[in-house]
């Protein structure tokens, strides 16, 4: 599994880890009831602690994107994921930041839509190959 790891940045490698997987599975490059690499063999492979890993999976399969069973590992859980308020609510809150920092950033409202339309294409045209 490749995963693009900036060890430089301020954004804690756990949570790259974390948001790495989500686009893996959101372009299709991990399947669903996959197995994700064992938490050893991922941290070795990327060269981080185990604990680091173990934090990523586990906030991965406290939001749904895959199960954790101790006989099997870490598996890509069923595709769609159930739609909940809360998750409705969470991307309205990361899409509200998004959007004000593209703001300030001198990003007109037309990049943004383009952008975000161009993103949204990639990972359902992946998907349905």
């Known amino acids: 599994m490749i995963l693009n790891l ?3 940045s301020d954004v804690p490698i756990y949570t790259q880890i974390k948001e790495e997987i989500i686009k893996s599975i959101a372009s299709g490059d991990l399947k669903i009831n996959e197995s994700l690499p064992s938490v ?4 070795e492979e990327i060269g981080v602690n185990l604990h680091t890993v173990n934090k990523s999976y586990n906030l991965l399969k406290d ?3 895959i199960n954790i069973d101790r006989r099997k590992g870490a598996m890509v859980n069923t595709l769609p994921l159930p739609k909940k308020e809360d998750n409705t609510e969470k991307i309205k809150s990361m899409l509200e930041l998004l959007t004000a920092e593209s703001y300030l950033l001198g990003i007109s409202k037309e990049e943004f839509i383009d952008f975000s339309n161009k993103f949204f294409d990639d990972y359902e045209v992946k998907n349905y190959e």
């Open 40 to 43: 050893r063999n991922m941290a």
């Open 63 to 65: 939001e749904g994107y």
């Open 6 to 8: 900036d060890f430089n």
